[in-house]
């Protein structure tokens, strides 16, 4: 931690920062520039962290220079962190050489619809199943989502298809509920900094997909996911779904370089969610096939059967040829990318031996 | 509801629009321009909210004429609303001529310190105190509060001073518990949309202050009050606290215009908590002056004895000396605005009489 | 400067760096902390600004700890500057004791209507006059201003008014003719970077009115006035005008806590432009009061006779008798701030003498 | 246009507004709705647009249902417009199949680093040079471009290599200048909307290399190409650049989904900026490959011999191995989008027979 100190500081100022600091267990070294004195602070920044150092008389900034995540820094893991989804005889792999495409419906809105976009995700090349049972909607008279109803067509879907399936959790005491239903606890974007549901998740032993929040920095999506690993859960999935931003043109702002820095900062697995990104069915392949170009490890998207009748998220729902065709035009960037996608075709022949 | 399609659209889509708004008990009317149609909805928007019409073919875009809210909308009630914070016999109602001023420690650290706070700041004219119990820290790492040993502190320090007391709640379980022993319950910035516990405390009997979220529109702050006036809970209190900006110099951006635009928009009493916005103690008081004379119901402001051995938010805490010299410098910015607060005298005559 | 190093810098990096650094005339000391060397580079940073230092390996990050600019920063001044407008006999001063109101359309339409809004503004108080003769318009379909011709208007609405005159100029070529016609130089927020214009009108000796770009810092401000005072005219206003903002709500946000960051950084005078922040005339007397509690040293306001004629901004001007009316309700919060503005009847008595 | 009226206009107040939109020649229609009246608008909303509509009494909110642009609109062209750069017999095309990759240094510096620059990067496939001969500088204390020199050394450049040149003109007076050396005249983000330039290299025949302003939305963009295009020039190259955003991590955010909207709206070809939109030169590929992925017609990346010695953007430059490992990695994704990208053995034999 570097302490720049203001131009008019006193002597007794200075020694009541050194001794601050030292107190909480650091050495100091002090640098003196021809306007300004800098105090360097040795030893571990986060026992300063909470407390009063920038509102010392005689504090000019605060700059810290060590990142403030632990667990989930690149440095604490000896490779990349590989989330194993569903059954262990059969598990989905995220975070290795094989790309994560996740796919299915917005809302869980019946059995029926859930069961025909599982098959025809599953075809096309998906490897698990998303569907919200509890939905966040800005409006309470909106559609809140099935609930537990919602839970068991999912289980049921997993149960036909074998597909892992992935929701969401919106409240603390569902946490368990969740979990016993679903293979991944997916924490929404407007739930990032929930820390009493961050610290929930960390305590179950199922896999978490983390979005990130729409005004989150990249360092505070990563302090998010250390919540829940410092709990003792690990199996962390990262995802970037667009970030606020000012142009109507989109619903959010995918930033798309959020991958490569994720990449260079942690260990743990980053999925685009590009349909929350762009908001419109249109852009998605696009931006899918740029997230996979920056080195993301999967897609998670929204499929609807029409989604035109959708309860949530219609505009930017592909129907089922478009995921179809997605999935047909994502192959050569995945192998450009150096990784794999499940083939369409074997899927198909596995769903029907399933 | 007003559709606009898209240049090329063919007869049966645009039958297939109209016969989907009417479908949903709407009426349609259509105006046939020079390059485009536009569908115009009579009737009730809300019903047509949760589906996809925007994702019909020909559909270009979608307008809504009607605000998303209800029971938040300044239409639903005859005046402003009056909140009534504290006892039945001497309550401190928030929305009426007086400006309420609400100061505090960021987190209760102690007895001894929240005491000395509370008696300086009614002794300043301030008429409720903040404090934090549970507090969402971005590192799992740093102080999280002192939790229900906090509350109880808080009780204490109400019963001393007579100053009703607000803190936050972040767990949907411990409504409940903080409803017990707080007068306000605090839903912070970052759960603004955390919709399981707007409909917890929905559901008490406490009067609910509101904050904006960091990446929060001023229509999504009024939805999310409606979520909890929805559940019966009428006594809601908003919040402006500084919105997601990109320019370092301060750590939120003060979106003073937000005042004057809730008050066009809602009945609801608003407050300015200008610590959170700043992020610098310094410009607390420019940016206090500055929502008065926008016309804000009052302040919600951090006070630590010594902010320099504060736990939390430290940089942007007021000392005692400092609040102190803020409430004078208000005066004149109230008495301008046509408000009144409280005489720092009168306060501290009730301070001995108490 | 202090440059924080990779945690596997080399011996010979580190070398490297701290000879690139003295190369430029500084002296470096190393601070070894437990997990990272940081070199502390004390001199005039400037000299290292332009080169590649954050690009040498090794290197994770540099900090300035100097501020960029110099004839602009308040140490620079013994005091506030204060900027003199119009004719030496009874000049208007900026950034004393005074507020300063300027008032005025959008765009000079005509001879009669700027007249009109002249005497107008001038009866209630105003004392220099806006008007735009060329317009910055997104579109090029749209009405561009009337140009030279309404410089001429301009200057005869001085002559009858003895208002000063402020005007935007945006091509270098015409920063002469225009500094012939007009008495304040306005720089317009898409030109605040606009380095060919800033420096040609700082070779003039006519004051200059500079807003801030949509997606300027305030550090990018004030190294913008920078620009303008490094070519020698030292008469700069700095104007905060609302910045990009990604709520609908205002047309930008208006971030008022720029006023008083820029009074702690700078002896420039400060003003504030409501009507550009708010996009919405309902709005332009909250903010123009917020201004004014927050320490601005003065408003530029758009007027118009009738804004639903208006050919630019109309939405956004202020009829005459809503002027009239503002001016009113701005005095007590002048008085509260401890300022003075003109009082509407004296302005009278004088138009009565002119 | 349609006009949503305030719930309480007067029959008066609607008539007016009827003839007022009548007035500008167009023709309107009524819907009454349950809770507000709509004015639909016929006709050419271009000439409403100038107007103070949205101001009359009775009016809430104005929505335009036609694209301001013309020129720039995709349906004006039958196809994608080819930019033709360079000499007449060996023109490097910019929209067609062959993907365009410019690269050269941030700032032209000397005769020996640009040849060196440009051979290198021509080796590697790159088919123009970019170099800054006037720059624009935040600092008016930094190295500003050699200026006239550099321009000289550009087309230098050009006569040993057969590169075409790509240079910043940020000044109208210089545009002729700037334009007998160079063969594109690229227009910066900051002065985007800086009318006065874009007018006049509107009346030029040079390709104009239109950069996205920092808080530009995508229809402003084209409204700016739209300013040159009305002029006469129809040779305008977009480039996305990254705009601003709130997260430290990168110097800008790059809107990758601005190239696929951009594709929507516009026949004009799309470029990408990685070097700029990421300020880190480890970044740049994985920038540069979503960038191809989501569609883009080329890159424009700055390349530097010795980046720690750079005079400008030394930490997002890449140096000359770093650059043709960058195109190595480019060409699967080219393949992938079904595009071509120069082989760089190719380009090396034809240097030898240059």
Same sequence: chains 1, 2, 3, 4.
Avoid at 15 to 32: C, K, P, Q, S, W
Avoid at 144 to 172: C, H, Y
Avoid at 178 to 203: K, P, W, Y
Avoid at 212 to 225: D, F, N, V, W
């Amino acid at each position: 931690m570097l302490v720049v100190t203001t131009p008019d500081i006193t002597p007794a100022q200075l020694d009541a920062i050194r001794e601050h600091v030292e107190a909480a267990g650091l050495r100091t070294h002090v640098i003196r520039g021809e306007q300004r004195i800098v105090v360097g602070c040795i030893g571990d920044d986060a026992a300063l962290v909470e407390d009063g150092l920038a509102a010392m008389p005689g504090v000019e900034s605060v700059t810290p220079v060590l990142k403030p995540y632990k667990l989930a820094a690149r440095e604490f893991s000896a490779g990349p962190t590989h989330v194993r989804l569903g059954s262990a005889a059969r598990p989905v792999i995220v975070g290795g050489d094989a790309l994560t495409v996740i796919a299915g419906p917005c809302s869980v809105e019946g059995e029926a619809m859930l069961l025909e976009t599982a098959h025809a995700v599953r075809a096309a090349g998906a490897v698990a199943l998303r569907g919200g049972a509890f939905k966040p909607r800005t409006s309470p008279y909106a559609f809140q989502g099935l609930g537990r109803e919602a839970l068991v067509m999912l289980a049921e879907a997993r149960a036909r298809t074998g597909l892992p399936v992935v929701t969401e959790v919106m409240d603390p005491r569902l946490v368990e509920l969740v979990a016993e239903h679903a293979d991944v606890l997916q924490i929404g974007a407007r739930n990032m900094q929930n820390f009493a549901l961050l610290s929930e998740v960390g305590r179950v032993q199922r896999p978490v997909l983390l979005k990130r929040g729409p005004s989150a920095t990249i360092a505070e999506l990563l302090m998010a996911a250390e919540y829940v690993m410092a709990q003792g859960n690990r199996d962390v999935i990262l995802c970037e779904r667009g970030i606020k931003g000012w142009d109507p043109a989109t619903r959010n702002t995918f930033d798309v370089a959020a991958v490569p820095v994720l990449k260079a900062e942690t260990h743990l697995p980053v999925l685009v969610d590009p349909s929350h990104a762009a908001g419109r069915a249109d852009l998605v392949p696009a931006l899918s096939c740029a997230a996979l170009a920056a080195g993301a490890d999967g897609l998670i998207i929204e499929v609807h059967p029409s989604p035109a009748e959708a309860r949530s998220d219609g505009p930017q729902s592909l129907d089922l040829p478009a995921f179809d065709a997605l999935m047909a035009r994502l192959r050569p960037f995945a192998a450009a990318a150096g990784r794999t996608l499940p083939a369409a075709e074997l899927a198909q022949v596995a769903e029907v031996a399933a």
